[in-house]
Nanobody
Framework: QVHLVESGGGLVQAGGALRLSCAAS????????IGWYRQAPGNQRALVSS???????NYADSVKGRFTIYRDNAKNTVYLQMNSLKPEDTAVYYC???????????WGQGTQVTVSS
């Protein structure tokens, strides 16, 4: 079992920045990749960024150059630094951890990010 708790969402103006945090607990040694998905109203949940157990990051094309994912293994926490935010980044952001083969997904409760124009 893996438990994920997100924090750091909020309201920001376009061009601003936010940092999301996801603290993992439980069987964290089983996590292969951990990262962030987002879901805007009327849209499907989509990958924003993830980072593997060996530190390899992955980004959606829409956030490359603006978002940075990094992890603090000592704290079992992954961060998403979001810069140059745009109104289209507005969504609920969910932390995701992938464990095992076949993959099982754990999800956090979600945190709202709203970017005003």
């Amino acid at each position: 079992q893996v438990h994920l708790v997100e924090s750091g969402g909020g309201l920001v103006q376009a061009g601003g920045a936010l940092r999301l945090s996801c603290a993992a607990s439980g069987s964290t040694f089983t996590i292969r990749t951990i990262g962030w998905y987002r879901q805007a109203p009327g849209n499907q949940r989509a990958l924003v960024s993830s980072i593997s157990s060996d530190g390899m990051p992955n980004y959606a094309d829409s956030v490359k150059g603006r978002f940075t994912i990094y992890r603090d293994n000592a704290k079992n926490t992954v961060y998403l630094q979001m810069n140059s935010l745009k109104p289209e980044d507005t969504a609920v952001y969910y932390c995701n951890a992938k464990v095992g083969y076949p993959t099982y997904n754990y999800w956090g409760q979600g945190t709202q990010v709203t970017v005003s124009s």
